[in-house]
C-alpha cells in the first residue's frame, strides 16, 4: 500500500515537472520567434561632437535613469513583479561586447542578443530614432568608461511565461513593431518633423505608442493633445520638473522627467510644443492593441 502511494506521488511530481519544462520551452520558443529588420550597417561616427550629441540622446532618452547614472547596470528587483527580476545590464560593457546590429536590434527592435525577444526594455520609445542617431548613441555607449558593479541575473516569472504561451502577454519587439511611422515631412514642415521626432523617441513610452494615451493597465498618462491647453512656459515647467500645474504630483512622470528632460534645448522644447498642441485637430486612432475599448 505504501508502495503504491510512494509510486503516485513520484508520477505526481514527474507530471508537474513535466508541466513546468513544457511552460519554459513553449515560452521560450515564442520569445525566440522574433523578425529583423535588415542588418544595421550605419557606420559608427569618432569625432567628438557625435559622440557628445550621443549622450545627449542617451540622457534625453532616459538609458542612464534605468541603466544607472554610470551606465554600470540596475537591478529592478521587486519594483516589477510581474517579470519576477527586470535587470538592465551594464551599457558601456555591453556596447563593447556586442556588434552594431546587435545593438541596434535591442534599442529600436525590441530584441536581445540570442535573439530572444526583451520583456522591460522599452525599445518602442527608440523605434523611430534615426540610423544617425542610433549611430551617435552607439558611439556614446562605446567611449563611456565601464564601471563594474555586481549584478543578478534576470528572472522571468512563471505566471509571465504562461502569459506569453496562452498570447496574452507579448515581447517588446511586437511594440517596438506597432509604433506608428512619422507623418510630418522635414522639408516642408521642419518645426512639425522635429517636435515629432522627439516626442515619438521621448514621450510615447508612457503616453502610448501614438501619444494619444493608454490605457492598458487601467488609467494612465493622459492623450498629450492636453499640451493645447497650456501656456509655453506651463509646458517648459511641467516636463523639465515633472511636476504638475500648482505642483499636483505626477507620479512616474515626476521620477523620469528631471532625470531626462531639463537638458533638451529652448529649439527643441518650441518644436515638441509646437507638434504636440497641433494633435487637438487630429483623431485618435482607434482599434489599437495597447488602447482597448
Ligand atoms: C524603463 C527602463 C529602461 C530604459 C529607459 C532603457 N532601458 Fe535598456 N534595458 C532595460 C531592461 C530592464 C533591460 C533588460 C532586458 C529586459 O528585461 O528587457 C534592458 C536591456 C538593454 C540592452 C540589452 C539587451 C539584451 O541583449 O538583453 C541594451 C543594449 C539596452 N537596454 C540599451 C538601452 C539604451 C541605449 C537605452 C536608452 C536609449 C535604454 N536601454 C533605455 C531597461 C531600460
Ligand atoms: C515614464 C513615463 C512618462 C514619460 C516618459 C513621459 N510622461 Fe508625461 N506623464 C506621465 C504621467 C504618469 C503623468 C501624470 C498622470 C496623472 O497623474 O494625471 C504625466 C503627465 C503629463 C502631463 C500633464 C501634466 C498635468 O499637469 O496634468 C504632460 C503635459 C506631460 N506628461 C507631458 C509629457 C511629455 C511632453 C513627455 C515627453 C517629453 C512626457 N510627458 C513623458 C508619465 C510620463
Known amino acids: 500500500m505504501i508502495r503504491i502511494i510512494g509510486l503516485i506521488a513520484l508520477f505526481g511530481i514527474a507530471m508537474v515537472g513535466l508541466a513546468f519544462a513544457g511552460l519554459y520551452g513553449l515560452s521560450e520558443a515564442k520569445l525566440h520567434d522574433v523578425s529583423y529588420d535588415v542588418a544595421f550597417d550605419t557606420p559608427i561616427p569618432t569625432d567628438a561632437a557625435s559622440i557628445e550629441h550621443g549622450r545627449h540622446i542617451a540622457r534625453t532618452r532616459g538609458c542612464f535613469g534605468c541603466h544607472g547614472q554610470d551606465l554600470q547596470g540596475k537591478d529592478f528587483g521587486e519594483q516589477w513583479d510581474w517579470p519576477k527580476r527586470a535587470v538592465a545590464p551594464n551599457l558601456a560593457d555591453y556596447a563593447r561586447n556586442h556588434d552594431d546590429a546587435t545593438l541596434e536590434a535591442a534599442i529600436r527592435q525590441g530584441i536581445g542578443s540570442g535573439g530572444r525577444a526583451l520583456m522591460s526594455m522599452p525599445s518602442f520609445n527608440f523605434a523611430r530614432l534615426t540610423d544617425e542617431d542610433t549611430a551617435a548613441l552607439i558611439a556614446f555607449l562605446r567611449s563611456?568608461?565601464?564601471?563594474?558593479?555586481?549584478?543578478?541575473?534576470?528572472?522571468?516569472?512563471?505566471?509571465?511565461?504562461?502569459?506569453?504561451?496562452?498570447?496574452?502577454?507579448?515581447?517588446?519587439?511586437?511594440?517596438a513593431d506597432a509604433v506608428p511611422a512619422l507623418e510630418h515631412d522635414p522639408e516642408t514642415e521642419p518645426g512639425l518633423a522635429h517636435g515629432e521626432y522627439l516626442a515619438m523617441t521621448m514621450c510615447n513610452e508612457c503616453h502610448g505608442l501614438d501619444l494619444r494615451g493608454e490605457w492598458m493597465w487601467g488609467p494612465g498618462p493622459p492623450d498629450l493633445y492636453i499640451v493645447s491647453a497650456l501656456d509655453r512656459a506651463e509646458f517648459e515647467q511641467i516636463i523639465t520638473t515633472g511636476t504638475g500645474q500648482d505642483g499636483r504630483d505626477l507620479g512616474l512622470?515626476?521620477?523620469?522627467?528631471?532625470?531626462?528632460?531639463?537638458?533638451l534645448s529652448q529649439d527643441e522644447i518650441d518644436d515638441l510644443y509646437l507638434f504636440l498642441s497641433s494633435l487637438e485637430d487630429k483623431p485618435v486612432p482607434e482599434n489599437v492593441f495597447w488602447r482597448p475599448e
Do not use: H, Y
Open 144 to 175: 563611456a568608461p565601464v564601471v563594474k558593479a555586481p549584478l543578478p541575473s534576470a528572472e522571468l516569472g512563471w505566471l509571465v511565461r504562461w502569459d506569453i504561451v496562452r498570447g496574452a502577454e507579448t515581447g517588446l519587439d511586437v511594440w
Open 253 to 263: 512622470m515626476g521620477l523620469v522627467a528631471p532625470d531626462r528632460f531639463p537638458e
